[in-house]
């Protein structure tokens, strides 16, 4: 057997089995991470020395162990699947199964994500992909249906229709009700069927509403999980309504799932600028020092569209945008911006600090959050003008917020939010303000205004991916006149191969078993927590929003509460 260790893994020594169908014995040695309470799994430890050469030539996001089995998971009520590899079962099988696959995540998202994982030969040699939905639909119409929107980001590049033909006749549609074990037990004969004997490994991926997530998970795995490889789940936001429902869910799925078998997905953290947070900030001398209250005046994270609910409120009405992008997108970017140095790049020692970041931080205040509601104009419906939400709906559409980490690093310093729907731009943005410079010899260049010789880092996470340091520069000539000028990294322009979806990186990381970039269960309390007593408390006192304009900067409130705490929006100083 020859040794394969594909191109997209990440530059690991550490193995499940199933990365190593093609593995020989010889050079591997089998360790075994006992667990508490759930079943000992067989973790194979490549040494090094195999191939070194990867460890610098591997794609995936993370530098660090793959499918490393971690002593702290969870461990189930009832586990589902216990990850024992004979050792003559060598050649394994990945099943993806899509729930859900008739809707619009799945076609717009999923599927690209996996077709382009297989153009980039990142999936296993043995693989299938089954839709699964009570739509009723052939394999032939499940292909056409995804061959619409497969194309994304490869279209243009070599054999694209060749890749495309292959890969759609990897792809398997079952109908059935989300409630049935009857139906996914007719699943799991057809997967044992593609398995064709092979050791089986299963990924669901949950594109469903959340209210059939855990029958869902009951079926799937009583009836359709492996049985001989590893079963993983992926689960969709939201997580929850509050802290009691978002406990409640988790509950209900440690009765099917283990902790490690659950891939809550964030798919901002699989976006290529919130990647390189991290590398930006632990491998550049130049950073890491200057990020403390010491040198940090403010921090901002900015996300905007430029379109409303356009008919597709229902969902959205029921949670609003503090739910939707603030309590997730938002604050896990927050955790990794502003968490302390982890161990390693193991995924634990990373959630292990996101979670005390987030731990750190006050429960968020009436008083530091301004929501709005956008309105209608001549051409432009607004929010509740949309069919799809209730008329009186007091839902905010726009939020921006306060919130404070009280711990030895980031005493005092404001880290502000803003998020809305049907603004004047669509951009998602971290703002770093750092302090003035104490005693400016060139003060007087700059008028009053010292804000505007205020250094400032950009990450600009969409579109157009760039970061960009604001820095004061003299403009050349004989006299002395300053500027703000950029020092700019466009991505565009730096690295001209096209940027991976967020989806084809996470949906790789659970295939692979890392799950640094998915979020733990004890990180999920730790944000309700921050959120929840708000969220109520708007509830309850139906506190109206303010109405601002489609197509505009939001409601004015906003600039109030950051002048509140000595803080102007970056994205509004009239300079971009
Ligand atoms: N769309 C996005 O961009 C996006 C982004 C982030 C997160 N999400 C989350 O991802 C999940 C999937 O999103 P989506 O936009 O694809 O959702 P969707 O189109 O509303 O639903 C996916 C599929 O679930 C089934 N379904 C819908 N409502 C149902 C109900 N009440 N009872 C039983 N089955 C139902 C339908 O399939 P059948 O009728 O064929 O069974 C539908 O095709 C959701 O949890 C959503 O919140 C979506």
């Not at 700019?488 to 640094?516: H, T, V």
Request: aromatic residues 10%; hydrophobic residues 35%.
């Amino acid at each position: 057997m020859a040794t394969q260790i594909s191109p997209c893994s990440s530059s690991s020594t550490t193995f499940s089995p199933s990365s190593l169908n093609q593995e020989p014995f010889s050079s591997a040695k089998l360790v075994n991470f006992s667990r508490k309470s759930s079943p000992s799994r067989w973790v194979f430890k490549i040494h090094s020395r195999i191939n070194p050469k990867n460890q610098f030539e591997l794609k995936s996001s993370n530098g660090y162990p793959l499918n490393a089995v971690s002593l702290q998971d969870g461990a189930a009520e009832k586990p589902l699947a216990k990850e024992i590899v004979l050792p003559e079962q060598t050649e394994s099988n990945l099943s993806v199964t899509v729930v859900g696959a008739s809707g619009d995540l799945a076609k717009k998202k999923i599927f690209p994500a996996l077709f382009a994982l297989f153009y980039e030969d990142c999936l296993p040699r043995n693989f299938v992909i089954f839709g699964y939905a009570r739509t009723k639909m052939t394999d032939e119409e499940l292909r056409e249906t995804i061959s619409r929107t497969l194309t994304c980001r490869i279209d243009k590049r070599e054999n694209c229709g060749d890749k495309m033909e292959e890969f759609l006749q990897r792809c398997f549609y079952h109908s059935g009700q989300y409630n049935s074990e009857e139906n996914f037990a007719e699943l799991d004969s057809k997967l044992k069927h593609k398995e064709d004997g092979k050791l089986s490994n299963r990924l669901f991926y949950l594109s469903i509403p959340p209210n059939i997530f855990v029958d869902s998970v009951r079926c799937a795995s009583g009836k359709a999980s492996s049985k001989t490889g590893w079963t993983r789940v992926i689960v969709e936001k939201p997580f929850g309504r509050d802290s009691e429902s978002s406990a409640e869910l988790t509950r209900s799925l440690k009765k099917y799932l283990a902790e490690d078998q659950i891939f809550r997905i964030d798919h901002y953290l699989g976006k290529e600028l919130v990647e390189n947070l991290s590398v930006l900030r632990f491998s550049n001398l130049v950073f890491e020092p200057l990020w403390s209250r010491n040198y940090i005046r403010n921090v901002q994270f900015i996300f905007s569209e430029d379109f409303g609910t356009e008919g597709r409120g229902g969902y959205f009405d029921n949670y609003g945008i503090i739910r939707d992008i603030m309590q997730n997108h938002l604050l896990q970017i927050l955790a990794l911006f502003a968490m302390e140095t982890p161990v390693s790049l193991d995924a634990e020692d990373i959630r292990n600090e996101k979670v005390k970041v987030l731990k750190s931080m006050r429960r968020l205040k009436l008083e530091d959050v301004v929501i709005g509601q956008y309105k209608g104009g001549k051409s432009y419906l607004g929010y509740t003008e949309d069919p799809t939400v209730p008329n009186d709906s007091l839902t905010p559409t726009f939020a921006a917020a306060a919130l404070f980490i009280d711990n030895a690093r980031w005493d005092g310093v404001p880290f502000l939010m803003k998020a809305g729907k049907a603004l004047n731009t669509r951009r998602a943005e971290i703002r770093v303000q750092f302090r003035h410079v104490p005693g400016n010899l060139y003060k007087k260049n700059f008028g009053m205004d010292m804000d505007k010789a205020t250094n400032e880092l950009v990450l600009r996470v969409q579109p157009d991916e760039a970061i960009y340091l604001k820095i004061n520069n003299k403009v050349p000539g004989l006299g002395m006149r300053l500027d703000r000028s950029d020092l700019n990294l466009l991505y565009s322009m730096r690295y001209p191969k096209e940027i991976p979806d967020a989806y084809e990186r996470l949906l790789l990381d659970a295939i692979e078993g890392e799950r640094r970039l998915f979020i733990r269960s004890d990180e999920l309390d730790a944000a309700w927590s921050i959120f929840t007593p708000l969220l109520k408390e708007l509830e309850t006192k139906k506190i109206a929003p303010e109405l601002y304009p489609y197509g505009s900067r939001g409601p004015v409130g906003a600039h109030y509460l950051a002048a509140k705490y000595n803080v102007r929006w970056g994205d509004v100083t009239g300079e971009e």
